[in-house]
């Protein structure tokens, strides 16, 4: 796969502050991957996402998006087009009264012909299944309603990544669910770039690539079994384990002969009964 | 407490109404208030009502929400009906001590209810049937020549939108910061003006902080989508004046004329 996004040795902090809240990142991003940021509260992974559209720009090394480098004032407009940025409450980044102008309102910045946004406003919404709200005030959507319209805004600006930063904190399980449905579906079919920086471990089980991040730094990265595997390094971080890394983690330190590798609630529960059977490990 | 208000909330629809052009609907509405301007007598002011209740009949809003708008000013209705109640010149046919009411005085008073119904009924019909989006788009275009002495109309227009846009969430917000503070015991229904008004600073305060922590996610997400308030932009929603709109500025200028004419005419006594 081709690199997306390039993050060299990048630091961060305000103006007049000491402390580097991004403290030398280095990592890629490629195109078309699912990538997933998890940390605690307060460790840099907010700010890193504004960094992915050149909102905030590093005070020191490169963030390159697609070949752009986000220091230079020339591409800043260049990089949000091609990278769209989800915040964490859906009410606050709505602009317009109704759903449909409110998803016409980035192509409209972006000086696109009339027609041409209807068409980008049909199929952004049809994408992410709010087609028949297109008429409707954004107040009388729920949450997961909401925050897809938000997603719907920044497709109709047809980006080729876009980054959730908590996009899904505030929302019900409901939400949740409709929301990382609509993306795990526009990065299978549209091939879209997909950065999702939360802190529920279960939305990151579907990763391509997780990245755990801590005090600034990437503490380590990889796919989401290896990484899940690592329990110490997940507890260090800050991080609650799934319920059935959890179980399995609780019944090995018990003695019993279990992999931690199972992601979800089936693997686990095959995991289980495989020992129970008296075979090997499945993962 | 503030379920009641329906001020500046748009119903989409499909009417006749709503299909017209939002800058007609704008002219329209200005040119109706001066009409009722002009309707001085009976005669007119009844037109004046019939020709507002037939475009309330044909917007196919429920008239229920048309009546739970004129809630909000009624205290000013009846307030302003009184005291024109009072300054009628010529014979009086009520007297108490120095209070004489005289049939002027009636006739002012009823024209005046009369006329802040029709005109919050307009406003209405204008702001159930267009959307803001529209109403701001609408004022934009009207308010185009104002560019050629260097006032940024564009940016006015999404001030506008988003102050518009942001009402209900206010509201909600101020329901929600309401319960919190009465379910921790404060009280909004003193009988004591003053403590009522103080009684408001723990809504207001929050509301407040909100709105501004609102405001910086809101400008936030506008950066990312690449809003930038020098730069022309384009609309997907392009206004032409169609059949309908030609129909109703034909309309509206018979009204008025009619208006005018009915308010020359000598006045039909009811009373």
């Given at each position: 796969m081709e690199s997306f996004?390039?993050?060299?040795?990048?630091?961060?902090?305000?103006e007049?502050?000491d402390?580097?809240?991004?403290?030398?990142?280095?990592?890629?991003?490629?195109?078309?991957?699912?990538?997933?940021?998890?940390g605690?509260?307060?460790?840099?992974?907010?700010?890193?996402?504004?960094h992915l559209?050149?909102?905030?720009?590093?005070?020191?090394g490169?963030?390159?998006?697609d070949?752009?480098?986000?220091?230079e004032?020339k591409?800043?407009?260049?990089?949000?087009?091609?990278?769209?940025?989800?915040l964490?409450?859906?009410?606050n980044q709505?602009?317009a009264?109704v759903?449909?102008?409110?998803?016409?309102f980035?192509?409209?910045?972006l000086?696109?012909?009339a027609?041409?946004i209807?068409?980008?406003v049909?199929?952004a919404?049809?994408?992410v299944?709010?087609?028949?709200?297109?008429d409707?005030?954004?107040?009388?959507?729920?949450?997961?309603?909401?925050?897809?319209?938000?997603?719907a805004?920044?497709l109709?600006?047809?980006?080729e990544c876009?980054?959730?930063d908590?996009?899904?904190?505030?929302?019900?399980?409901?939400?949740?669910e409709?929301?990382?449905?609509?993306?795990l579906?526009?990065?299978?079919?549209q091939n879209?770039?997909?950065?999702?920086?939360?802190?529920?471990m279960?939305?990151a089980?579907m990763?391509?690539?997780v990245?755990i991040?801590d005090k600034?730094?990437?503490k380590?990265e990889g796919k989401p079994?290896?990484?899940?595997?690592?329990?110490?390094i997940l507890?260090?971080s800050?991080?609650?384990?799934t319920?059935?890394t959890?179980l399995l983690y609780?019944?090995?330190?018990?003695g019993?002969?279990?992999s931690?590798?199972?992601?979800?609630e089936e693997?686990c529960?095959k995991?289980?009964i495989?020992f129970l059977e008296?075979?090997e490990?499945l993962? | 407490?503030?379920g009641?208000?329906v001020?500046?909330?748009?119903?989409?629809?499909?009417s006749l109404?709503h299909?017209?052009d939002?800058?007609?609907?704008?002219?329209?509405?200005?040119?109706?208030?001066m009409?009722?301007?002009?309707?001085w007598?009976?005669l007119?002011?009844?037109?004046?009502?019939?020709s507002?209740?037939?475009?309330?009949?044909?917007?196919?809003?429920?008239?229920?929400l048309y009546?739970k708008s004129?809630?909000?000013?009624i205290?000013?209705?009846i307030?302003s009906?009184?005291?024109n109640?009072?300054?009628?010149e010529?014979e009086?046919?009520?007297?108490?001590g120095f209070i004489s009411i005289?049939?002027?005085?009636?006739?002012?008073s009823?024209?005046?209810?009369?006329?802040?119904?029709?005109?919050?009924?307009i406003?209405s019909?204008l702001?159930?049937?267009?959307?803001p989006?529209?109403?701001t788009?609408?004022?934009?275009?009207l308010?185009?020549?104002?560019?050629?002495?260097?006032?940024?109309?564009q940016?006015?227009?999404?001030?506008m939108?988003?102050?518009?846009?942001?009402?209900?969430?206010?509201?909600?917000?101020?329901?929600?910061?309401?319960?919190?503070?009465k379910?921790?015991?404060?009280?909004f229904?003193?009988?004591?003006?003053i403590k009522r008004?103080?009684?408001?600073i723990p809504?207001?305060?929050p509301?407040f902080?909100?709105a501004?922590?609102?405001a910086c996610?809101l400008?936030?997400a506008?950066?990312?989508?690449?809003?930038?308030s020098s730069k022309?932009?384009?609309?997907?929603?392009?206004?032409?004046?169609?059949?309908?709109d030609?129909?109703?500025?034909?309309f509206l200028?018979?009204?008025?004329?009619?208006?005018?004419?009915?308010s020359?005419?000598?006045?039909i006594?009811?009373?």
């Amino acid at each position: 796969m081709e690199s997306f996004i390039n993050i060299n040795n990048v630091k961060f902090k305000y103006e007049g502050s000491d402390t580097f809240i991004l403290d030398g990142i280095n990592t890629e991003i490629k195109k078309g991957e699912f990538t997933v940021i998890l940390g605690r509260n307060g460790c840099g992974k907010s700010t890193l996402a504004k960094h992915l559209n050149a909102i905030l720009t590093s005070s020191e090394g490169n963030i390159f998006i697609d070949g752009l480098n986000s220091s230079e004032e020339k591409n800043v407009y260049e990089i949000r087009k091609k990278v769209g940025l989800i915040l964490q409450n859906p009410d606050n980044q709505i602009v317009a009264g109704v759903v449909e102008e409110d998803v016409a309102f980035g192509p409209e910045n972006l000086c696109i012909p009339a027609d041409e946004i209807r068409k980008r406003v049909d199929n952004a919404l049809k994408a992410v299944r709010m087609y028949e709200y297109k008429d409707k005030a954004p107040y009388k959507l729920s949450g997961g309603q909401k925050q897809r319209v938000a997603i719907a805004g920044v497709l109709a600006m047809k980006p080729e990544c876009i980054v959730l930063d908590e996009a899904t904190s505030m929302l019900d399980p409901e939400g949740r669910e409709e929301v990382m449905e609509t993306i795990l579906r526009l990065n299978r079919e549209q091939n879209t770039t997909i950065v999702l920086i939360t802190h529920y471990m279960d939305e990151a089980i579907m990763a391509d690539k997780v990245i755990i991040m801590d005090k600034g730094k990437i503490k380590t990265e990889g796919k989401p079994r290896e990484i899940f595997t690592d329990v110490s390094i997940l507890k260090d971080s800050g991080l609650a384990l799934t319920q059935s890394t959890e179980l399995l983690y609780k019944l090995k330190k018990r003695g019993y002969n279990l992999s931690l590798k199972a992601l979800n609630e089936e693997e686990c529960a095959k995991e289980i009964i495989n020992f129970l059977e008296g075979k090997e490990c499945l993962y | 407490m503030l379920g009641n208000i329906v001020l500046g909330q748009y119903i989409p629809g499909n009417s006749l109404i709503h299909k017209l052009d939002p800058r007609v609907k704008i002219l329209l509405s200005i040119v109706y208030m001066m009409a009722l301007f002009f309707a001085w007598n009976y005669l007119s002011i009844i037109v004046v009502t019939l020709s507002v209740l037939a475009l309330m009949f044909l917007s196919k809003i429920p008239v229920k929400l048309y009546i739970k708008s004129t809630k909000v000013i009624i205290l000013f209705m009846i307030l302003s009906a009184f005291l024109n109640l009072f300054y009628g010149e010529g014979e009086p046919i009520f007297k108490i001590g120095f209070i004489s009411i005289t049939q002027q005085g009636i006739q002012s008073s009823i024209l005046v209810v009369l006329r802040i119904i029709d005109l919050i009924f307009i406003s209405s019909i204008l702001m159930f049937t267009t959307s803001p989006n529209d109403i701001t788009f609408a004022i934009e275009s009207l308010m185009k020549p104002l560019e050629k002495i260097k006032v940024n109309v564009q940016e006015i227009a999404m001030m506008m939108t988003i102050a518009l846009r942001f009402i209900p969430t206010f509201l909600e917000e101020t329901d929600k910061i309401m319960s919190a503070q009465k379910s921790r015991g404060a009280k909004f229904n003193d009988k004591s003006m003053i403590k009522r008004i103080k009684s408001l600073i723990p809504i207001l305060m929050p509301l407040f902080i909100s709105a501004f922590r609102r405001a910086c996610d809101l400008a936030l997400a506008m950066d990312c989508r690449c809003y930038d308030s020098s730069k022309r932009r384009t609309r997907m929603k392009t206004l032409k004046i169609g059949r309908i709109d030609i129909f109703a500025i034909i309309f509206l200028i018979v009204l008025f004329v009619g208006v005018i004419i009915c308010s020359k005419m000598k006045n039909i006594a009811i009373i």
